[in-house]
């Protein structure tokens, strides 16, 4: 039974970075892609990053050259980097594991932590 959980998220400003941790039990990292989306208020969750288990990885273009997604499969942890961050960022930021897909489809992904609360003022 896998299992997800995010962490580092936290209120910053404009032009701050910051680092967000997926934490995976249950289950072997290696066997999943593995995304992260993000929903803000009054938005559907929508796709940010995915990297897969050559390490391949595509982001959405809005966050390009900005985030980086990566993975430590013996440590089971999966990382988002964020640089120069916007107040339109302000998001709960979620990864979920896709054993199939290296998708940007929320309905590719068959387990879900339970979000991180990211705010970006002005």
């Known amino acids: 039974q896998v299992q997800l959980a995010e962490s580092g998220g936290r209120s910053v400003e404009t032009g701050d970075s910051l680092k967000l941790t997926c934490a995976v039990s249950?289950?072997?990292?290696?066997?999943?892609?593995m995304g992260w989306f993000r929903q803000a208020p009054s938005k559907e969750r929508e796709f940010v990053a995915i990297?897969?288990?050559?390490?391949?990885?595509y982001y959405t273009e809005s966050v390009k050259g900005r985030f980086t997604i990566s993975r430590d499969n013996a440590g089971n942890t999966v990382y988002l980097e964020m640089n120069g961050l916007r107040p339109n960022d302000t998001a709960v930021y979620s990864c979920?594991?896709?054993?199939?897909?290296?998708?940007?489809?929320?309905?590719?992904?068959?387990?879900w932590g339970q979000g991180t609360q990211v705010t970006v003022s002005s």
């Open positions: 249950g289950g072997a990292l290696s066997d999943y892609s």
């Open positions: 979920g594991a896709s054993k199939q897909h290296f998708s940007p489809d929320v309905d590719d992904y068959q387990y």
């Open positions: 990297i897969n288990w050559r390490a391949q990885t």
